[in-house]
């Protein structure tokens, strides 16, 4: 709003020339890309002393929100920022308010920090080492301006904590801050969504644990913060006890999670893709060399037309690259379930497994007990197999249909999990097949078709690879990125045909 | 000492009774394998969440040393566990001592409370919720008992602050903390080191700083509380204000590196590669998202004898999986610092170098100005073409040697990079070779000979990698882990021409 792009949240005509977070393309009072949280003290950290070292001067100031305290990254750049022996100015945005309600002993300190008008003794930045200042209304222009005036040109760290009213100015922003958080189009007097609410496959895994709880599974519900994405409020209601959010702090769930799992409990963890990444260490270190039954349902994966800040195309690599680990990828509903069952009933491995992107979509479910370890032939064929793991199944059965319109008859696989392959059906190929083709909804560098190329290297088979570059992209269509990866049935056909006829 | 396994410190037949972390498998009173930091309050919370859950009593008591305190996990831990309804005892082991020293503004305000006998107004447990206790002897068995006795069956988390000395007991220990945190044999009277100091990379690498310092490069040198891995505790005395050690905060040293080099410093990061997985999303999210000119040297990578804990072997599938950033991997010494100096001469990306574990080797550089995406044709034959990643490259040479043996004279390439494949390079195989044999010193799932496998997948070019299984093996003596991986030219030979006379 202040640095010349108020149009494009203004102006329908604009609405897409800004890109829903920083962009150093766009402004250059953007520094960085930034879309995962807690960052900034750790950035303005770095650029404070890169201006040290260059001998410059000037005032770096960071702006964290209340809710990005919670991540860990936000106390390591806070606990580095206070040592600085020059200039830094930490704006600590408190609107009481994380993506849903905070949650952490820290932020009762904040509310009697407020309450005191900033005078309290309990407060977690003093107990740091920095200077403090307190604004009680930092949404009053003229406060901030003074605010600004007498920490600017400090030679030290100095907290600047200012009380704010997330959504001021709007009235059912106010009155609902989770939904408003982020929002699909809303009705601008009402604040009521525009679309009709569509089922989700949330609401098949929730009625499922409901099931396991009341049969007795001592499952406890994690989340970071964003209970919003998979209706866990309505879990919570029915299960306070069971329901546990860290806040931003996913490396705190998986490790939590590995806890639980090890106490006997059977811990559920939901994350989004993209910032389950904040938490590879837990996930190595706590989880998979502790090999502790922590299932995962992991969400908002794949090529989508989301911003760089938000690509999820890497939990393939990430997560099958960890032992021990099986990473499951439904293709429906009803195998989604099964996998949840399946992962619920053993005990001896973590469990993630991808829940589809898009409409839900129904099928069968994979095995009545799921299987590890063994491919499901869709269809058997001869000559060009096609593996579609999870929501690409679907892609590989219309590249098999259009093959088909070419007078092939492929074999179609539901290989289920990214992580471990089935050998058996692999080499299996080998009798009467010439071309084993991979679909995979995410990147390609360390995927599950790299793994399977790696496996056949030694043998007749060729492999062709369908899936996304290792790029960051950033806002494209989803349709521009199939085009350009040849996600479509008639480009996967055509380099298969192409593939053959070599 | 306490769980029954003294013998295994004290007796030198039974020093490899035990491994160096805790483990499960060893006593029951170790309830997780745990080598990295911070991890044990949230694992705590967890197994508190559990029991409560069930519906069971008992003190869920965990441990974590000042210097774990500086890392995001423990913050995000304590916070969590301060809303506890629940027991939950923490103790807080304050030896005033990292690995080195510590460092953050949180570590000023710890001296202030151990000096007002834990009376002092700035209190960063309290900060967080916690009811609080201090310990001022922690060393005194007597005290800790009355502690322990008080806080027993809390209802509510607290945590047990106690000050304790490192070392204590042993004082060549005590006179030199940092380098008895861990240490090779020494001699038990005077503390020296048994065997001699080597010369190490490090020497070549820190003198090349210097020079490039001396000529105006605004290189920060950062680390994450393991200078002494590295000898930059001469760096330090060198160029104090252009090191930082940001304590155990690996994810803070990245994003820091983002925030210098933006702002025009030139940060070089000094990490193991087990460390180094801490900060996988702000490698991700801050480094190659913005694509900022972030330096990284890496050491302690590839197969070893090393706990699991400490296990490094998955940094070329998380660091290559990742866009922008080009991953290289040094033979030699004077190829290292090549690499640094090109590494230094761009800004264009983020570049990664692996550092070989091992005795200095010296070589050739690889090119006077190292050329990325070119690899190094050694010696040019035909047939089978050996690529040799960084400290395999070595493997290769004596593996084509053996194959000269038996009238094969194959071709021997050094790829460099991990992350970029060169494409011309390898399609000018497709014209004399039938056979690609990779060789890298790390876990093959989601790694460079993947890579290589998927990009040659619809070729007539087969493809071996050689490299480690995807598990966590355990303190397993590296000539056991080569056997097992082929990684031997005997055996890689032997597996070479079976593949040829297939």
Redesign the interface.
């Known amino acids: 709003m202040l640095t010349g792009r108020k149009e494009g949240f203004l102006d329908p005509d604009h609405y897409f020339d800004v890109t829903g977070y920083t962009s150093?393309d766009e402004s250059e009072h953007d520094?960085?890309?930034?879309?995962?949280t807690s960052?900034s003290v750790?950035?303005?950290?770095?650029?404070?002393?890169?201006?040290?070292?260059?001998g410059e001067k000037g005032n770096i100031v960071a702006f964290i929100g209340d809710g990005s305290l919670?991540?860990?990254?936000?106390?390591?750049?806070?606990?580095?920022?206070?040592?600085l022996n020059s200039n830094i100015i930490i704006v600590v945005n408190d609107n009481q308010m994380s993506i849903a309600e905070n949650?952490?002993?820290?932020y009762?300190?904040l509310d009697e920090l407020r309450a005191s008008n900033g005078t309290s003794?309990?407060?977690?930045f003093?107990?740091?080492?920095?200077d403090y200042r307190y604004v009680a209304d930092g949404n009053n222009l003229a406060d901030m301006i003074a605010a600004f005036k007498a920490v600017k040109d400090l030679n030290h760290?100095v907290v600047l904590h200012i009380n704010t009213l997330k959504g001021k100015g709007y009235q059912p922003a106010i009155d609902n801050k989770m939904a408003f958080h982020w929002h699909a189009p809303f009705d601008i007097e009402t604040g009521e969504p525009k679309a009709k609410r569509q089922p989700t496959y949330w609401d098949a895994v929730l009625a499922e644990l409901d099931q396991q709880i009341a049969a007795g599974q001592?499952i406890?519900a994690l989340n970071s913060a964003i209970p919003g994405a998979f209706g866990l409020k309505a879990f919570q209601a029915k299960h306070p006890?069971?329901y546990?959010d860290?806040?931003i702090?996913e490396?705190?769930a998986i490790?939590?999670?590995?806890?639980?799992?090890?106490?006997?409990?059977r811990?559920v963890v939901f994350q989004n893709s993209t910032f389950l990444?904040?938490a590879?260490?837990?996930l190595?270190?706590?989880v998979?060399?502790?090999d502790l039954p922590v299932v995962m349902l992991i969400t908002s994966s794949g090529i989508s037309a989301a911003s760089?800040?938000h690509l999820a195309i890497?939990d393939i690599?990430?997560l099958?690259?960890?032992?021990?680990l099986e990473y499951l990828q439904a293709s429906n509903q009803e195998e989604l379930i099964s996998m949840l069952q399946w992962a619920l009933r053993q005990t001896d491995h973590p469990v993630a497994i991808r829940v589809p992107s898009g409409p839900v979509v129904h099928g069968f479910a994979a095995h009545d007990t799921y299987a590890p370890l063994q491919y499901n032939t869709i269809q058997k064929g001869s000559k060009v197999a096609l593996l579609g793991l999870g929501k690409f199944l679907a892609l590989a059965e219309e590249t098999a249909a259009k093959l088909g319109e070419h007078g092939i008859e492929a074999t179609v696989i539901n290989p289920m999990s990214a992580s471990t392959l089935d050998i058996k059906a692999l080499d299996a190929l080998k009798a009467d097949h010439s071309l084993v083709a991979t679909f995979e909804d995410g990147?390609?560098?360390?995927?599950f078709?790299?793994?399977v190329?790696?496996y056949?290297?030694?043998?007749n088979l060729?492999?062709?690879?369908f899936g996304a570059k290792?790029?960051?992209s950033d806002n494209t269509p989803v349709a521009d990125l199939y085009q350009e990866f040849h996600l479509t049935a008639e480009l996967a056909t055509q380099d298969i045909l192409a593939?053959l006829t070599?």
Chains 1, 2 share one sequence.
């Open positions: 150093p520094f960085f890309t930034v879309g995962h960052t750790a950035l303005a950290t770095g650029m404070a002393r890169a201006r040290d070292v260059k919670s991540g860990g990254l936000a106390f390591e750049g806070l606990n580095n920022a206070a040592t949650h952490g002993g820290l009762r300190v003794a309990n407060n977690p003093k107990a740091m080492g920095f760290p001592p406890v006890d069971r546990v860290t806040g702090a490396q705190d490790t939590e999670a590995a806890g639980l799992a090890k106490n006997g409990a811990p990444q904040r590879y260490d837990q190595a270190h706590d998979t060399l502790n760089k800040t890497f690599p990430y099958t690259s960890l032992p021990n990147s390609l560098a360390g995927g078709g790299e793994h190329a790696a056949l290297g030694d043998s060729k492999v062709l690879n290792k790029a960051y593939q070599k």
